[in-house]
T-cell receptor, first 113, second 117 residues
Framework: DGGITQSPKYLFRKEGQNVTLSCEQN?????MYWYRQDPGQGLRLIYY???????QKGDIAEGYSVSREKKESFPLTVTSAQKNPTAFYLC????????????FGPGTRLTVL | AQTVTQSQPEMSVQEAETVTLSCTYD???????LFWYKQPPSRQMILVIR??????QNATENRFSVNFQKAAKSFSLKISDSQLGDAAMYFC??????????????FGTGTRLTIIP
């Protein structure tokens, strides 16, 4: 089945530790995105990438880092510099030349203790 | 910067009835896209419907339709024959024309829809 997978579904980490969230897609989409969702708010863009080995900051990139070594994969690292990392993280992808909409993965709930 | 406003934090509707969710946005651009996404309890975001700003005809997908008023910058979602499976958070979202290279989706804060059996 084609789609976007995010793992794990739930993640717990101690304060001060870096943690990496996985996002993989087999849709052959060019662009991939990371969003953060907090209670009572819409989604906010962290980073996006339109091509391998290139990525752009979104609105709330501070304390996060990404890489795009393969077209199918766009991992997000939440560093210890992120002040409030507990949130729901959603990955999305888009086929740049065919559709304007983004398709989302199931999300990862990160809790920092 | 573009903003998206959903003024109804919560709505409820009887099963089989019709409900309309409101969305307004602010932009100085003439070409853009508008979307409604649904987020059920599983929390995965699911695309419901899309509207291109250059199209005058309102988009329709089965029981879901929009009322797009470009001059008023309004983009409401109508759900007909509401079903229990429609219960979810609904988010309105805006994005610039991709020809300008802006990949950002701007989301509203959502409307929680409850279906009453």
């Amino acid at each position: 089945d084609g789609g976007i997978t995010q793992s794990p579904k739930y993640l717990f980490r101690k304060e001060g530790q870096n943690v990496t969230l996985s996002c993989e897609q087999n849709l052959n989409h060019d662009a991939m995105y990371w969003y953060r969702q907090d209670p009572g708010q819409g989604l906010r863009l962290i980073y996006y990438s339109q091509i391998v080995n290139d990525f752009q900051k979104g609105d709330i990139a501070e304390g996060y880092s990404v890489s795009r070594e393969k077209k199918e994969s766009f991992p997000l690292t939440v560093t210890s510099a992120q002040k409030n990392p507990t949130a729901f993280y959603l990955c999305a992808s888009r086929a740049l030349r065919t559709t304007p909409e983004q398709f989302f993965g199931p999300g990862t709930r990160l809790t920092v203790l | 910067a573009q903003t998206v406003t959903q003024s109804q934090p919560e709505m409820s509707v009887q099963e089989a009835e019709t409900v309309t969710l409101s969305c307004t946005y602010d932009t100085s651009e003439s070409d853009y896209y508008l979307f409604w996404y649904k987020q059920p309890p599983s929390r995965q975001m699911i695309l419901v419907i899309r509207q291109e700003a250059y199209k005058q005809q309102n988009a329709t997908e089965n029981r879901f339709s929009v009322n797009f008023q470009k001059a008023a910058k309004s983009f409401s979602l109508k759900i007909s024959d509401s079903q229990l499976g429609d219960a979810a958070m609904y988010f309105c979202a805006y994005r610039s024309d991709p020809n300008f290279g802006n990949e950002k989706l701007t989301f509203g804060t959502g409307t929680r829809l409850t279906i009453i059996p």
